[in-house]
């Protein structure tokens, strides 16, 4: 047998792209992302947990207790510590025979609000400065960069102490300090993106079209940030909720008797060698809520990667 008829008769390995011709990236990407069974857990508990937020007036009134209102019949034992669980209250009381599934239900609508809201304003502040810093060469690059270098410098609870010691402790400090020590990350990533982005063919191709930079930055450039920009939002949510925690941990955050996690811990800390519950639930609804955004971000910077071969299986 000659070589070109060996050549011929030989099979040659095919893949079955089928599934994915005349399909989108974004497309390709939410497939996989319904296939993730870590993806659909994680993203069903955050659903979850934005229900329960939502709903937390509603929660109380069907549990039958107030987040601030004291039980003085079942809410503390003879000794004056916290009840157990029971019948009266699932989770047990608090130090002050308040309801701890109550004020966890409550906790979850702060640790939510401040957590998304601190990380949309740092995403859209750091989105736009690290877009101006990438875009506009390297004048602008060195001055913006350097103010990225002296934000991520500032201690940032020295910061959040000495900024609420001034104006005084609420949710929209919380979300302004948060939003403060975590912008410059982003815009590191964005300017980083642009910079490798302005030098594609089509860039060039639309500033000889005579496109204008505010044109070629919001309808050529920032559409290819969308993904890093989506990924780095989901993993920075349960970082603004550590956050949050902490300073209300430490006392500068959330105003008692708001119920937060950070502030249900650091109550719980006199009392939890005779009452784990007090610091047990907070505490795993913290690390539950924390763990669900990380795994799914991890799961959907996996979905928007176009390098793995697991795009194209059936």
Not at 83 to 93: E, Y
Not at 120 to 144: E, K, N, R, W
Not at 269 to 275: E, G, I, K, L, R
Request: charged share 15%; hydrophobic share 50%.
């Amino acid at each position: 047998m000659s070589t070109t008829e060996l050549f011929e008769s030989a099979e040659v390995p095919t893949i079955d792209t089928s599934g994915t011709l005349g399909r989108s990236p974004w497309q390709l990407a939410w497939a996989r992302l319904r296939r993730d069974r870590v993806a659909l857990v994680c993203g069903a508990f955050i659903v979850l947990l934005g229900l329960v937020a939502a709903f937390a007036g509603p929660l109380s009134k069907l549990i039958g207790w107030s987040p601030t209102q004291q039980d003085r019949i079942n809410g503390l034992t003879p000794d004056g510590l916290p009840a157990p669980p029971s019948v009266h209250h699932l989770l047990g009381t608090d130090n002050l025979g308040r309801d701890v599934l109550v004020r966890v239900i409550y906790g979850t609508r702060v640790s939510l609000a401040v957590g998304v809201a601190a990380a949309v304003a740092a995403v859209l502040i750091g989105v736009i400065v690290g877009l101006i810093a990438g875009y506009f060469g390297p004048a602008v690059d060195a001055i913006v960069s350097r103010l990225m270098d002296v934000v991520l410098s500032f201690p940032f609870l020295l910061f959040a102490i000495a900024l609420v010691s001034v104006v005084g402790p609420s949710e929209l400090v919380e979300i302004g300090v948060i939003a403060f020590f975590s912008w410059a990350a982003v815009g590191r990533i964005v300017r980083g993106q642009t910079l490798s982005i302005r030098e594609k063919e089509y860039i060039e191709a639309a500033r000889s079209l005579g496109a204008s930079d505010r044109r070629i930055m919001f309808v050529d450039v920032l559409p290819n940030l969308v993904a890093p920009v989506l990924v780095y939002t989901t993993l920075l949510i349960p970082v603004s909720i550590v956050f949050e925690a902490t300073l209300s941990y430490l006392g500068v955050g959330i105003i008692p008797p708001t119920p937060s996690w950070g502030n249900m811990i650091s109550d719980a800390q006199d009392v939890y060698q005779q009452a784990w519950w007090f610091l047990l639930f907070p505490g795993i609804a913290l690390i539950a809520t924390t763990l669900a955004f990380n795994l799914l971000g991890d799961s959907v910077r996996d979905a928007l990667d176009p390098r793995t071969e697991r795009l194209f299986a059936k």
